[in-house]
């Protein structure tokens, strides 16, 4: 998946938190979220918490539907609140390769 594709399955996806997402449809949308929040910030703070507001849906439902991919619940998603263990255990779940056959939640993404 190109990185404008995976832009816009995540955009037009921003509260579909049900199916999978692979890999690269992640990383191009988490590339994209920090470019886009890079620049909000230097045009000021009021601009910035706009777009962290905006992208804040999409990026829930993509790491969700990243989790489904490789087999995990979404609930997962809640260790964002532990400091710094649970960030790394979510990259680690999100780094790992898709699993290759249908699960609980739907077929192998195209």
């Known amino acids: 998946m190109s990185f404008v594709q995976a832009v816009q399955v995540c955009l037009r996806k921003y509260v ?7 890999r ?8 994209f979220q920090l470019i ?11 601009i910035y918490g706009v777009v962290v507001l905006a ?10 539907r990243r989790l489904h991919d490789v087999g995990k619940s979404a609930w997962f998603l809640l260790l964002h609140i532990l400091p ?3 960030i790394l ?10 699993q290759t056959e249908s699960n609980e939640y739907g ?3 195209a």
């Not at 992208?55 to 969700?64: D, F, R």
């Open 89 to 98: 255990v979510l990259i680690f779940f999100w780094v790992q390769p898709s």
């Open 107 to 109: 077929v192998v993404p």
């Open 16 to 22: 579909d938190f049900g199916g999978r997402a692979v």
């Open 36 to 46: 886009v929040m890079v620049i909000a910030s230097r045009l000021g703070e009021m």
């Open 55 to 64: 992208l804040v849906l999409p990026s829930l439902a993509v790491g969700a």
């Open 24 to 31: 690269s449809e992640f990383w191009w949308f988490a590339l």
């Open 84 to 86: 710094v263990i649970g």
